[in-house]
């Protein structure tokens, strides 16, 4: 199957009075409907899908701690979003390294997301954005954590993490799988 620049598709080697299924797929979109069947013979013609944003984007633009623009402020947008993936980007204006320095615990990630630091300007080879903990304190094992993902399918990449006294990174039960890089 192939799709033009208007999304329109068209099929090659059909056989003509066999049924066939068509199922859109693509990881920014839900299709309404999900499917929908023709014959080749007796039902050519156009099938239509209305596509929906299946993601929503938030973007943090500065290394404050709250307020718009923030990584505590696109978590807590992220959290009360009901789209079924939300994607948290970075667009900080300056020179890297851009540092956050959260003052206080940010939120869990309580709904699946996935925390890109590769989108923010600079990125090539190794993290721009760090998330530095040592501003939080506290004692090992009661010291805030840092990023906390409770929902499977979140990720996190592109991101420098360090400093937390306790985990930089806390996995929920539905979140189970973690791959480090270092470089």
């Known amino acids: 199957v192939t799709t033009d620049s208007d999304g329109r ?32 013979l007796f039902n050519p013609g156009l099938l239509i899908f209305e596509a929906t944003a299946n993601s929503g984007t938030f973007v943090v633009t500065t290394t404050g701690d709250s307020g718009p623009g923030s990584l505590r402020q696109a978590i807590l947008d992220a ?20 540092r956050i320095a959260p003052q206080t615990a940010l939120p869990s990630v309580s709904k699946t997301t996935h925390i890109d630091g590769t989108t923010q300007a600079g990125f090539s080879s190794g993290p721009v954005v760090e998330l530095d903990g040592r501003a939080l304190g506290g004692a090992n094992g009661t010291a805030p954590k840092g990023l906390q993902l409770f929902s499977s399918g979140s990720v996190v990449r592109g991101l420098a993490i360090f400093g937390f006294r306790s985990d930089g990174i806390v996995l929920g039960s539905s979140a189970r799988r973690c791959r480090r890089r270092r470089g």
């Open 79 to 98: 959290n009360s979003s009901t789209l079924p993936l939300r994607r948290i980007h970075f667009n900080i204006p300056g020179t890297p390294p851009f």
């Open 9 to 40: 598709f068209s099929f090659r080697g059909l056989v003509f009075g066999e049924d066939y299924t068509v199922t859109p797929t693509h990881d920014d979109f839900v299709f309404t409907p999900t499917a929908q069947s023709f014959d080749a």
